[in-house]
C-alpha cells in the first residue's frame, strides 16, 4: 500500500505535468473556442482516453517493449511531431471560419474531436516520458496492479477534468465571441504554437540521432 507521502507526490506531480501548457492544450483550447463546448469536451475525452495507451505500456512492462522495438520512443515523437506540425499547419492556413454555433448537424462532428484529442494525447512524448518516469521512478513495480490502474484512472481523470474545464472556459460566450471575431488572429496563433511544438519535437530528435 502506498503512503500518503507518495501519494501526495504522485498527484502532485500528476497535476503540476497535466496543467503544464502544451499541444493537449492547444488542441482544446481551439476546438471549443472555435467549435463550442461539446467539441472541447469531445477533446477532452480523446486527451484522456489517450492517456491509458502510455499507462498500459508502463504497467505491462516498457522494458519488455523496448527489447522487441528498441526505437520505440523516436518513432513516437516523429509521428507526433509530424501530427502537431499538420494540425499546426491546417490551423494557420484555414480558410474564413463559419459560425457553426446554430448548425445542429455539426454536432456529428465531435467524435473528430475526439480522435484528435486520442491522437494529440496518445502521441505526445511528452505525456509518454511523465507517465513511465512516474511508474518506474515513483509508483514502483512493488505496487499492486490493481493500484497501479487505479493511478492509471486518476491520472486520465485528472486530465479529463482540467481540460474539460479548460473547454468550458474557452467556450464561454464572451470569450468566444471574441475569438470568432478575431479567428484568424487566434488561428494563427495556435496554429504556430502546434507547429512550433512539432518542429522542435523533430529538432531534438535529430539532435539525438547525430
Known amino acids: 500500500m502506498m503512503g500518503f507521502e507518495q501519494a501526495l507526490i504522485v498527484a502532485s506531480i500528476t497535476w503540476l505535468a497535466v496543467i503544464s501548457p502544451g499541444a493537449d492544450f492547444a488542441v482544446v483550447s481551439r476546438n471549443s473556442s472555435i467549435y463550442g463546448r ?47 506540425v499538420y494540425i499546426g499547419l491546417t490551423t494557420i492556413f484555414s480558410g474564413e471560419f463559419k459560425d457553426l454555433r446554430k448548425n445542429e448537424s455539426f454536432k456529428i462532428s465531435n467524435w473528430k474531436h475526439y480522435g484528435t484529442g486520442l491522437l494529440t494525447n496518445s502521441l505526445n512524448p511528452k505525456t509518454s516520458i511523465f507517465v513511465i518516469s512516474l ?14 490502474f487505479l493511478w492509471g484512472a486518476f491520472i486520465s481523470l485528472s486530465h479529463l477534468l482540467w481540460f474539460a474545464m479548460i473547454a468550458m472556459f474557452m467556450s464561454t460566450p464572451n470569450i468566444r465571441d471574441w475569438i470568432l471575431g478575431h479567428h484568424r488572429l487566434f488561428n494563427s496563433i495556435i496554429g504556430l504554437m502546434l507547429t512550433a511544438l512539432g518542429l522542435a519535437l523533430f529538432l531534438t530528435d535529430s539532435i539525438e540521432v547525430v
Open 38 to 84: 461539446r467539441a472541447g469536451f469531445a477533446s477532452s475525452a480523446g486527451i484522456a482516453s489517450g492517456c491509458w495507451i502510455h499507462i498500459a505500456y508502463a504497467i505491462f512492462g516498457i522494458s519488455l517493449i523496448i527489447h522487441f522495438v528498441p526505437n520505440l520512443f523516436s518513432i513516437i515523437q516523429m509521428c507526433g511531431a509530424a501530427y502537431l
Open 135 to 148: 511508474y518506474s521512478q515513483v509508483i514502483g513495480t512493488q505496487t499492486s496492479i490493481i493500484e497501479q
